[in-house]
């Protein structure tokens, strides 16, 4: 059995997985496996190179269920009891495997996921920080989908939701990790090498529905969500790392209560497009990058 399973989603777009494949064969740490789930693709080109893959990648066939839907079966699949979760576009550095694995073999099992930072690539440019703090998570991402995680803290949570197919399933699934009482190890290094772009879920379709679905994920976590319990958590994680002001939860909650719904979604999209273009800017002034460094920094 190996130590680690790579489980990867694919919807059309097999364009992707060759550079995908290229950063897992430089991978420092080499007992792992790859589970490729094919949810349902239509285009004609993803579904020849999945028929042409190497043998050893494993890919399991689906109807298109979406996102969620993919992700469990590529974890019911996984014969690792480690699993790391990737998108088919994504990108790790070399020492990924190797450091999420050893930050969690050197910890505890109330430790059930290891992350690093992000660094973008494609349509923005920078270095985005992700943290664990478990009073944040409830009004921000600050985790996402990119970790190495125990499968059987998967299981203890209650698997991704597969009702969830707007997006934000990854942010629903860490707030029941973390009720589930599991805590993650953050490794303070650009790792995880993430393709930003304007057509991708979280800009191209997340944003305009995102009032409805962070109310959805509030319904769901009602109890998480009443004032006793978000002021017990926020004096519990006062001592962790956060990088939210005092008063944006206030703030969020407030406007996603009061203004209207487009107005919300347009706002977020906004507030997107315009960190997306400064941070595009700022990697245009840099100059290309020519390869990813096993620190994750871009060699010039």
């Given at each position: ?18 550079q ?19 949810d ?32 469990n ?21 070399p ?92 490794i303070?290094?650009p ?38 319990n ?56 840099m ?10 920094g871009?060699?010039?």
């Amino acid at each position: 059995m190996p130590t680690i399973s790579v489980v990867v989603p694919c919807y059309n777009g097999g364009r992707f997985l060759d550079q995908l494949i290229i950063s897992l064969r430089a991978q420092t740490f080499r007992d792992f496996e790859v589970v490729i789930v094919n949810d349902g693709s239509t285009d004609p080109a993803t579904r020849e190179k999945l028929a042409t893959l190497d043998p050893a990648i494993r890919v399991v066939h689906q109807e298109n269920r979406g996102l969620s839907a993919a992700r469990n079966a590529g974890f019911a699949a996984a014969q690792a009891d480690l699993v790391m979760a990737l998108d088919c576009d994504d990108q790790l550095a070399p020492t990924y495997l190797a450091e999420t694995l050893a930050a969690l073999q050197s910890a505890g099992p109330e430790a059930g996921f290891a992350f690093t930072h992000v660094r973008l690539v494609g349509g923005a440019h920078g270095i985005q920080k992700r943290y664990y703090n478990e009073f944040d998570i409830l009004f921000k991402n600050i985790i996402g989908y990119s970790m190495l995680i125990r499968k059987a803290a998967w299981v203890k949570a209650g698997q991704y939701d597969e009702s969830m197919r707007d997006g934000y399933e990854d942010w629903e699934f860490n707030i029941r990790l973390i009720g589930a009482g599991f805590t993650g190890i953050e490794i303070p290094k650009p790792l995880f090498i993430y393709t930003a772009s304007t057509q991708g879920m979280l800009l191209g379709h997340s944003s305009h529905v995102h009032a409805a679905t962070w109310r959805r994920i509030r319904q769901k976590h009602r109890d998480t969500y009443r004032l006793r319990n978000i002021v017990r958590l926020f004096w519990m994680s006062r001592s962790q790392r956060t990088e939210m002001s005092a008063v944006r939860p206030i703030a969020q909650l407030l406007v996603s209560d009061i203004i209207p719904d487009s107005w919300h979604n347009g706002f977020i999209r906004f507030a997107r497009n315009y960190r997306m273009s400064r941070s595009k800017k700022a990697g245009e002034a840099m100059g290309p990058g020519s390869a990813i460094r096993p620190d994750g920094g871009l060699t010039r």
